[in-house]
């Protein structure tokens, strides 16, 4: 397992992919203490999968209760919902996602990967669910596979028009059981309305008896209550007119106290006013100047930077130059060494042969046929022993050749990874330094407009005390 996580580090780390679109990541998170339940039906190789269903994931997906540990939910309102699944099998599986991207505004991108490492003696459901913010722009969503090959995309677009489609059956049918419970209902209520106009009918004949006896009573009390009434109103008038008299005079008393107290809530106000915008023009003064350090600052400071990686990678590059020259000089070297070795081999080689010879002539005339025979065969031997230390020599060659090709792969493929770290550093800083201004920015724009608020509550406050005095005038 931790060569697999090791593996998939470095496929992580050295793995680029340019685009001509604008793109950035995706943070995505993922949910741990969830198995397959038995309903899943899953395809040979690796199952790519979009869930937007909380009925649907339930469905599909149980939670292992473990004591001590709170599974997370995912929430389908705000997140994205991702699944990796693999069939049954007794192979050490891991699963996972190398990183997650929107290019452009409307795709988002999902690269996936699965390893396999030892056998195991069980059997085992491989599985990862990841969740990642929803984007309210993104129309379709890719999945590709550890050879960045597409193999799955979902189009959210068709995705809303079937569930519309299928809100729009329901409601049809729910309408359609509504109908004949409204029918029924119907039914009911005009056998109701029947039985209630019986019911009504000897009611107002009782209410017609009983109102004519009232209204002899209510026509006695009227004239009472109207002689009372008269009586009343003329007391009323007399109290208005003492009412009138005092409210007249508070209204006077009132309009002067309220103009006084307005007039110096004016004057206090503008002086209030203009200390606040001699404050705020200093602040403003302030902040820009501290802007326009902080800028120069990292300004100077990434070119600093710069200019040392660059020294440094220059460095590193004329040190490998200088590595792949030294292995150029002693592979020439060896070659010249070879080559003399060679010559004066074969050289050896031609002087025993010719001393061979002259052996042969002044010795055939007394060597048998069985002697003779036998010296071919010692001399076959012989060359046999030279062709196997001519085959060692270029083998041991070779290996040499390949072993210093590798140091030098090696040495690249270093240098290489030094020169990624540090652009990576490079767009890490960049990108912290801009957040840090956006954050800047952001500060600044709600301070003007705090500002602006409490100007536009002051300006509110000073026409309602304007239109208080005047309606009090």
Same mark, same amino acid.
């Given at each position: 397992?931790?060569?697999?996580?090791?593996?998939?580090?470095?496929? /992580? !780390?050295?793995?680029?992919?340019?685009?001509?679109?604008?793109?950035?990541?995706?943070?995505?998170?993922?949910?741990?203490?969830?198995?397959?339940?038995?309903?899943?039906?899953? !395809?040979?190789?690796?199952?790519?999968?979009?869930?937007?269903?909380?009925?649907?994931?339930?469905?599909?997906?149980?939670?292992?209760?473990?004591?001590?540990?709170?599974?997370?939910?995912?929430?389908?309102?705000?997140?994205?919902?991702?699944?990796?699944?693999?069939?049954?099998?007794?192979?050490?599986?891991?699963?996972?996602? *190398?990183?997650?991207?929107?290019?452009?505004?409307?795709?988002?991108?999902?690269? /996936?990967?699965?390893?396999? !490492?030892?056998?195991?003696?069980?059997?085992?459901?491989?599985?990862?669910?990841?969740?990642?913010? *929803?984007?309210?722009?993104?129309?379709?969503?890719?999945?590709?596979?550890?050879?960045?090959?597409?193999?799955?995309?979902?189009?959210?677009?068709?995705? !809303?028009?079937?569930?519309?489609?299928?809100?729009?059956?329901?409601?049809?049918?729910?309408? +359609?059981?509504?109908?004949?419970?409204?029918?029924?209902?119907?039914?009911?209520?005009?056998?109701?309305?029947?039985?209630?106009?019986?019911?009504?009918?000897?009611?107002?004949?009782?209410?017609?008896?009983?109102?004519?006896?009232?209204?002899?009573?209510?026509?006695?009390?009227?004239?009472?209550?109207?002689?009372?009434?008269?009586?009343?109103?003329?007391?009323?008038?007399?109290?208005?007119?003492?009412?009138?008299?005092?409210?007249?005079?508070?209204?006077?008393?009132?309009?002067?106290?309220?103009?006084?107290?307005?007039?110096?809530?004016?004057?206090?106000?503008?002086?209030?006013?203009?200390?606040?915008?001699?404050?705020? +023009?200093?602040?403003?003064?302030?902040?820009?100047?501290?802007?326009?350090?902080?800028?120069?600052?990292?300004?100077?400071?990434?070119?600093?930077?710069?200019?040392?990686?660059?020294?440094?990678?220059?460095?590193?590059?004329?040190?490998?130059?200088?590595?792949?020259?030294?292995?150029?000089?002693?592979?020439?070297?060896?070659?010249?060494?070879?080559?003399?070795?060679?010559?004066?081999?074969?050289?050896?080689?031609?002087?025993?042969?010719?001393?061979?010879?002259?052996?042969?002539?002044?010795?055939?005339?007394?060597?048998?046929?069985?002697?003779?025979?036998?010296?071919?065969?010692?001399?076959?031997?012989?060359?046999?022993?030279?062709?196997?230390?001519?085959?060692?020599?270029?083998?041991?060659?070779?290996?040499?050749?390949?072993?210093?090709?590798?140091?030098?792969?090696?040495?690249?493929?270093?240098?290489?990874?030094?020169?990624? *770290?540090?652009?990576?550093?490079?767009?890490?800083?960049?990108?912290?330094?801009?957040?840090?201004?956006?954050?800047?920015?952001? *500060?600044?724009?709600?301070?003007? +407009?705090?500002?602006?608020?409490?100007?536009?509550?002051?300006?509110?406050?000073?026409?309602?005390?304007?239109?208080?005095?005047?309606?009090?005038?």
């Amino acid at each position: 397992m931790k060569k697999l996580l090791f593996v998939f580090a470095f496929i /992580c !780390s050295v793995a680029q992919i340019v685009y001509a679109q604008p793109m950035h990541r995706v943070d995505f998170k993922v949910l741990d203490g969830y198995f397959m339940r038995s309903p899943m039906k899953l !395809s040979k190789g690796l199952n790519y999968m979009m869930i937007d269903d909380p009925v649907q994931f339930d469905t599909l997906f149980g939670v292992a209760q473990t004591m001590g540990v709170t599974i997370e939910k995912p929430d389908f309102n705000t997140q994205y919902v991702f699944v990796l699944a693999a069939p049954e099998t007794r192979m050490e599986t891991y699963l996972g996602f *190398k990183r997650m991207e929107v290019v452009g505004e409307e795709d988002m991108n999902l690269y /996936c990967i699965m390893m396999e !490492s030892n056998k195991l003696n069980y059997m085992t459901k491989p599985l990862l669910i990841a969740t990642a913010p *929803k984007n309210a722009f993104i129309k379709t969503i890719h999945f590709y596979d550890e050879n960045d090959k597409e193999q799955k995309v979902y189009k959210l677009d068709k995705i !809303s028009k079937e569930k519309e489609k299928e809100a729009e059956k329901l409601a049809k049918q729910q309408e +359609k059981a509504q109908s004949k419970e409204d029918k029924k209902a119907a039914e009911a209520q005009k056998e109701k309305e029947k039985e209630e106009q019986k019911a009504a009918m000897k009611q107002k004949d009782d209410e017609r008896k009983a109102a004519e006896k009232e209204a002899e009573h209510a026509q006695k009390l009227e004239a009472e209550k109207i002689r009372l009434e008269v009586m009343r109103m003329k007391e009323e008038q007399k109290a208005q007119k003492r009412e009138e008299e005092k409210a007249r005079i508070e209204r006077e008393t009132n309009e002067r106290l309220a103009a006084e107290k307005a007039e110096a809530d004016k004057l206090e106000a503008e002086k209030n006013a203009r200390a606040e915008e001699r404050e705020r +023009k200093r602040e403003e003064k302030r902040i820009k100047e501290e802007r326009e350090e902080r800028e120069r600052l990292a300004a100077q400071k990434a070119e600093e930077e710069r200019i040392a990686n660059e020294e440094k990678n220059r460095k590193e590059e004329e040190q490998i130059r200088a590595e792949e020259r030294a292995r150029k000089r002693e592979e020439k070297r060896m070659k010249e060494e070879q080559a003399e070795k060679e010559r004066l081999a074969a050289e050896k080689r031609e002087a025993d042969r010719m001393a061979a010879e002259e052996r042969q002539r002044n010795s055939d005339a007394r060597m048998t046929e069985e002697q003779r025979a036998r010296k071919r065969d010692e001399e076959r031997m012989a060359n046999d022993e030279e062709a196997k230390e001519r085959r060692a020599a270029q083998k041991i060659k070779e290996e040499q050749a390949r072993e210093e090709e590798e140091a030098a792969e090696r040495r690249r493929e270093k240098a290489r990874l030094r020169a990624q *770290k540090l652009e990576d550093e490079r767009i890490a800083r960049e990108e912290e330094e801009a957040r840090k201004q956006e954050e800047m920015e952001e *500060k600044r724009r709600e301070e003007e +407009k705090a500002k602006k608020a409490e100007e536009k509550a002051r300006k509110k406050a000073e026409r309602k005390a304007r239109r208080e005095a005047e309606e009090e005038e």
